[in-house]
């Protein structure tokens, strides 16, 4: 079992930066694909970025490569997503997620947390 934390979301206008944060519980963190979707209003869940905890292993959606870093601190079991040249149609609810498989697959994705609001303003 994992659950999982997120935090870090908010207001910032366009061109601007926020670092997202997903702390994870469970004794077998290490073995999980851990990834970061997102949902905005009318709109179905969609993957953005994605990790290995070992970091051999990086997936990023096409609409944020080159402006979104994921990271991981495994001391800390913790997740981050660095998100830099934030635009409007960024805005959404974000998830972390884990995972068995190295997958961009929201369905295969096991554990959800319960998501933080960024909003991007124009």
């Known amino acids: 079992q994992v659950q999982l934390v997120e935090a870090g979301g908010g207001l910032v206008q366009a061109g601007g930066s926020l670092r997202l944060s997903c702390a994870a519980s469970g004794r077998t963190f290490s073995s999980y694909f851990m990834g970061w979707f997102r949902q905005a209003p009318g709109k179905k869940r969609e993957f953005v970025a994605g990790?290995?905890?070992?970091?051999?292993?990086?997936r990023y959606a096409d609409s944020v490569k080159g402006r979104f870093t994921i990271s991981t601190d495994n001391a800390k079991k913790t997740v981050y997503l660095q998100m830099n040249s934030l635009k409007p149609e960024d805005t959404a609810v974000y998830y972390c997620a884990a995972g068995e498989f190295v997958t961009t697959m929201r369905e295969a994705f096991r554990y959800w947390g319960q998501g933080t609001q960024v909003t991007v303003s124009s």
């Open positions: 990790i290995t905890l070992s970091g051999g292993n990086i």
